[in-house]
């Protein structure tokens, strides 16, 4: 029987012993990698209003009670993670009773880590972290991910970083924008370089708000409208928030957001509907 010179047999025992020393080894990236473009729906709070009136500068809300969902957004590309709004901060989940935030009351049913643990993800798993814009509701968990690239909008930071900061702005809860990696934009961006996952400059609400626009393989074109519309009815009527920064910049983003709606024949995700919500696959399945 044919047999391998020594030198041979010490070389192969050598890689075999490389290969099973490198499959030991923990690899953040390659527990994130997915064969396709995948969605994911998490569950990162509530809000509970008994005046609906910020959400129309023509008072068609006023008095009026509602509530609003306040999802996160998993992209799990074959690149990597992106994670889209980190939700409500996980410590109000310690309050089922909720937690008061200027007469608008909060609730965290579910931790955003306890979500990503279920797909055997950690905060420190997620490539990238990009935010539609920096209100509480938004950048809850933001400071979770400090072995994160926080994609941010430059004007949206200028503004939030102001002496006196806008409306809805809680400078701590961002602070680790100075610790960590960043990409500022000032307009779109291609988060992995094949058009399958486009953050889109829409400001208005405030100064640098954005919506993020996804090309999955079986669901088509899906574009998730951050705080650009609150509701249906806002969408559907084209109602403008008193809150929002600029009129004119809000009317501007929902025209070239309804031009790239009909062009690209897009499921919209209205991010606070609770119906667009309920519509979605139930964490931990997802749309692809």
């Known amino acids: 029987m044919y047999s391998l010179p020594i030198s041979a047999r010490r070389a192969g025992i050598a890689l075999m012993a490389v ?12 527990a994130s990698e997915t064969p396709t473009l995948r969605l994911y729906a998490l569950d990162c709070g509530r809000a509970v209003f008994t005046d609906m009136s910020m959400f129309s500068d023509a008072d068609d809300y006023d008095g009026q009670p509602g509530q609003l969902a306040d999802p996160c ?19 109000i989940a310690a309050h089922p009773e909720g937690v008061d935030f200027n007469g608008i009351r909060f609730y965290v049913d579910v931790t955003l880590e306890r979500q990503l643990k279920m797909l055997g993800l950690s905060p420190a798993d997620i490539q990238f972290v990009a935010f539609s814009h920096f209100h509480v509701d938004h950048v809850g968990n933001a400071n979770l991910f400090t072995r ?18 806008p409306s809805g702005v809680d400078k701590s809860l961002i602070s680790g924008y100075e610790h960590v990696e960043t990409k500022l934009l000032d307009g779109d961006y291609d988060v992995f ?16 708000h954005q919506a ?8 088509g074109i899906v574009i998730l409208s951050g705080d650009l519309y609150h509701t249906l009815d806002n969408r559907r009527l084209r109602r403008v928030p008193r809150i929002n920064a600029q009129r004119a910049d809000t009317l501007a983003s929902m025209d070239r ?18 119906e667009d919500f309920r519509w979605l696959p139930k964490f931990p399945r997802y749309l692809e």
């Open 257 to 274: 957001f309804e031009h790239l709606v009909t062009n690209n024949r897009a499921r919209v995700i209205v991010q606070h509907s609770p």
């Open 148 to 165: 994160s690239t926080w994609i941010i909008n430059r004007a949206e930071l200028n503004a939030a970083l102001a002496p006196v900061p």
């Open 19 to 30: 290969l099973l020393s490198l499959a030991s080894i923990p690899n953040a990236r390659a």
């Open 73 to 91: 957004f998993l992209i799990r590309h074959p690149r990597g993670t992106l994670l889209w709004d980190t939700g409500l901060g996980d410590k």
């Open 193 to 208: 370089g094949d058009g399958t996952v486009r953050i889109l400059n829409m400001p208005g609400h405030t100064p640098g």
């Open 212 to 219: 993020l626009m996804l090309k999955l393989a079986k669901e």
